[in-house]
Nanobody
Framework: VQLQASGGGLAQAGGSLRLSCAASGVTFSRLTMGWFRQAPGKEREFVSAISWIGGGTAYADSVRGRFTISRDNDKNTVYLQMNILKPEDTAVYYC?????????????????WGQGTLVTVSS
């Protein structure tokens, strides 16, 4: 299983970025997909996820209303649209996959991880 994240970069505060994560080697339509992030000196934290059953979504309080997660099962890709970016959003963003339809915020519960993509937001 491979999860390939892309789309990170430098943005100004108030700006937008869209992250993508392409999956291969797995039945994508049966994977709950999520995004986590890790800022320097901090633990990896849950950002958002979308279930493979019903498309239910979840967001961390810190990003709710600014970030939107979506998936395209035909393209085996999950997206994270990030708007109204803040300097505190600066982190390495990781995509993850879970065979369970439930959304769990703990990193221990996820089956597959991609490499990170760096997002830097300048003030």
């Amino acid at each position: 299983v491979q999860l390939q994240a892309s789309g990170g970069g430098l943005a100004q505060a108030g700006g937008s970025l869209r992250l993508s994560c392409a999956a291969s080697g797995v039945t994508f339509s049966r994977l709950t997909m999520g995004w986590f992030r890790q800022a320097p000196g901090k633990e990896r934290e849950f950002v958002s996820a979308i279930s493979w059953i019903g498309g239910g979504t979840a967001y961390a309080d810190s990003v709710r209303g600014r970030f939107t997660i979506s998936r395209d099962n035909d393209k085996n890709t999950v997206y994270l649209q990030m708007n109204i970016l803040k300097p505190e959003d600066t982190a390495v963003y990781y995509c993850a996959g879970d065979r369970s339809p439930s959304i769990v915020g703990s990193t221990d519960s996820w089956d597959y991880w991609g490499q990170g993509t760096l997002v830097t937001v300048s003030s």
